[in-house]
């Protein structure tokens, strides 16, 4: 079992910056990737950023290529989601997500473990 844990989230005006975090329990030297993704209001969970916790590549939806950054602090077992210049569409619940998988997953089928979500609302 691997245990996530979220925390940074908040309300914040368009233009602003919030860094989420999310801190890594248990068997995580099963984890091959560590991904963000987001719930907007009725809409589905989407891929937002995953880090390749084996290599430390890194991968970004298109839709936040530029403004937001993934990092792992390896001492911690935290992976980061810098996220600046945000915009109203980026308010959601941000998920933070664990991969068993080596194979680079994009959708959440493709992730096992999850955290409970912490809300993200900008405001324009």
């Known amino acids: 079992q691997v245990q996530l844990v979220e925390s940074g989230g908040g309300l914040v005006q368009a233009g602003g910056s919030l860094r989420l975090s999310c801190a890594a329990s248990?068997?995580?030297?099963?984890?091959?990737?560590m991904g963000w993704f987001r719930q907007p209001p009725g809409k589905e969970r989407e891929f937002v950023a995953l880090f390749n916790w084996r290599g430390g590549t890194t991968n970004y939806a298109d839709s936040v290529k530029g403004r937001f950054t993934i990092s792992r602090d390896n001492a911690k077992n935290t992976v980061y989601l810098q996220m600046n210049s945000l915009r109203p569409e980026d308010t959601g619940v941000y998920y933070c997500?664990?991969?068993?998988?080596?194979?680079?997953?994009?959708?959440?089928?493709?992730?096992?473990?999850w955290g409970q979500g912490t809300q993200v609302t900008v405001s324009s």
């Open positions: 248990g068997r995580t030297f099963s984890t091959y990737h």
């Open positions: 997500a664990a991969s068993e998988s080596i194979v680079v997953r994009t959708t959440p089928s493709g992730y096992r473990y």
